[in-house]
């Protein structure tokens, strides 16, 4: 079985943009160039829509998701990672249980200097369940498998990551322990379908 072609949009700065195959592709194009924004799609359709939109990283061109809490993390913007929590339409919740100092202003919030990306996303799963249970939502979703399937349950190896990453572990499956003795449900999707998804990974 052949793998699933992935298409990639860019725009460096000066105003070269090209919707390319493949990620190798898209890497010659934007790798160490400052400033240089790129996304992944599924079809060159949707790249090609995002290029017209703008390029911008908020710009959504993704199909209708069932009413829930969103999560991602990503770090395109080459400030670390940022941590996104939205409704179904992509409207950003991060206002709603962190101060506005803690936002960036694009409604996002940075995990720290030292975060990785893994640690973003776990960090980004503990808010939307916070949202989640305070609001009475029954669905949180995120595109980390990682997350969803054992961070998020305390399933973590100790010995491979820091123990900042082990204790937001443990945080995070008290957080959905009780999440789920509410009724609600811990689901994963493709990055390509999460309106909450800053569009930075490959």
Same mark, same amino acid.
């Given at each position: 079985?052949?793998?699933?072609?992935?298409?990639?949009?860019?725009?460096?700065?000066?105003?070269?943009?090209d919707?390319?195959?493949?990620?190798p592709?898209?890497?010659?194009?934007?790798?160490?160039?400052?400033?240089?924004?790129?996304?992944?799609?599924?079809?060159?359709?949707?790249?090609?829509?995002?290029?017209?939109?703008?390029a911008? /990283?908020?710009?959504?061109?993704?199909? $209708?998701?069932?009413?829930? @809490?969103?999560?991602? &993390? !990503?770090?395109? =913007?080459?400030? *670390?990672?940022?941590?996104?929590?939205?409704?179904?339409?992509?409207?950003?919740?991060?206002?709603?249980?962190?101060?506005?100092?803690?936002?960036?202003?694009?409604?996002k919030?940075h995990?720290?200097?030292?975060?990785?990306?893994? /640690?973003?996303?776990?960090?980004?799963? $503990?808010?939307?369940?916070? @949202?989640?249970?305070? &609001? !009475?939502?029954? =669905?949180?979703? *995120?595109?980390?498998?990682?997350?969803?399937?054992?961070?998020?349950?305390?399933?973590?190896?100790k010995?491979?990551?820091?123990?900042?990453?082990?204790?937001?572990?443990?945080?995070?499956?008290?957080?959905?322990?009780?999440?789920?003795?509410?009724?609600?449900?811990?689901?994963?999707?493709?990055?390509?379908?999460?309106?909450?998804?800053?569009?930075?990974?490959?």
């Amino acid at each position: 079985m052949s793998a699933k072609k992935r298409f990639y949009a860019y725009v460096v700065p000066g105003g070269k943009q090209d919707v390319v195959e493949g990620w190798p592709a898209c890497e010659r194009n934007v790798s160490g160039v400052s400033g240089a924004r790129y996304r992944g799609f599924s079809s060159r359709e949707e790249a090609l829509v995002w290029l017209g939109m703008g390029a911008e /990283y908020e710009v959504r061109v993704k199909k $209708k998701m069932p009413p829930g @809490i969103y999560f991602d &993390a !990503g770090t395109g =913007r080459g400030e *670390g990672v940022e941590v996104s929590v939205t409704d179904a339409n992509g409207k950003n919740l991060l206002h709603t249980v962190l101060k506005k100092s803690e936002l960036n202003p694009f409604g996002k919030h940075h995990a720290g200097p030292e975060a990785t990306n893994n /640690y973003g996303e776990l960090l980004a799963a $503990k808010h939307a369940l916070t @949202i989640a249970i305070k &609001a !009475g939502v029954k =669905r949180v979703t *995120g595109d980390s498998a990682l997350v969803v399937n054992f961070w998020s349950k305390g399933i973590v190896r100790k010995d491979r990551v820091d123990a900042r990453t082990a204790k937001l572990s443990a945080a995070v499956a008290r957080l959905r322990k009780k999440f789920e003795a509410q009724g609600g449900h811990v689901i994963r999707i493709s990055g390509d379908d999460n309106p909450a998804d800053l569009g930075f990974h490959r």
